[in-house]
């Protein structure tokens, strides 16, 4: 455990509705843990704790940083202190935040036999090294879904799934930097 001072700190996202709140200690280990919703959070004891705060309506825990998205009609004005309050709260309890994770991303638990391709091999590292931690920045993540026949299938999360700039992000961004590297991607669609 880091024996530093805690500090967590809120940071705007391209999403006005999404703040991320950076915390100095790591809290997802395997990867982004999403929470879009209250019953999704039920036994994870930091998601769920923050869907008990007024107008909280989505949670994603990265490494070292959670996500929140709050009710468009609320202010932040009103929300970012309690957050932040709780945060502290339940990381310096000592408690267990998350449950056990399993593979954030489909791939990372290829099935017995199954074989992932060459071009799906390429997509995955593209997304790993240059295009997840460039989203985990603005406080999100994408999980590759899958491949085929020139699709590439991707799910955003946090910041980026309600985002206005997402469908932006998915075809200026993602999708023109797949097709630049991987002649066979002809199109990301998001699932």
């Known amino acids: 455990m880091d024996t530093s001072k805690l500090v967590i700190t809120a940071e705007i996202t391209p999403n006005p509705n999404t703040l991320k709140f950076n915390i ?3 809290l997802a280990t395997g990867g982004s843990m999403n929470f879009p919703d209250r019953e999704k959070a039920k036994g994870a004891l930091l998601p769920e704790t923050l869907f008990g705060i007024d107008n909280v309506l989505g949670v994603m825990v990265g490494r070292d940083f959670v996500t929140v ?7 932040w004005s009103d929300l970012a202190e309690p957050i932040i309050a709780k945060l502290r709260e339940l990381v310096e309890s000592g408690k267990t935040l998350l449950p056990p994770q399993g593979p954030a991303d489909p791939l990372k ?5 199954a074989e992932m391709g060459e071009i799906e091999r390429k997509i995955r590292e593209i997304l790993d090294n240059e295009i997840r931690p460039a989203v985990a920045m603005d406080g999100g993540d994408i ?22 700039s997402s469908v932006l992000t998915l075809k200026m961004g993602v999708e023109n930097r797949l097709k630049q590297l991987i002649p066979e991607v002809r199109e990301v669609v998001q699932v």
């Open 24 to 26: 100095n200690r790591e």
């Open 69 to 75: 998205t709050k009710n468009p009609s609320s202010g």
């Open 109 to 113: 638990s290829v099935a017995p036999g």
């Open 143 to 164: 999980i590759f879904y899958g491949y085929d026949n020139g699709v590439v299938t991707l799910h955003l999360q946090g910041s980026c799934s309600s985002c206005p």
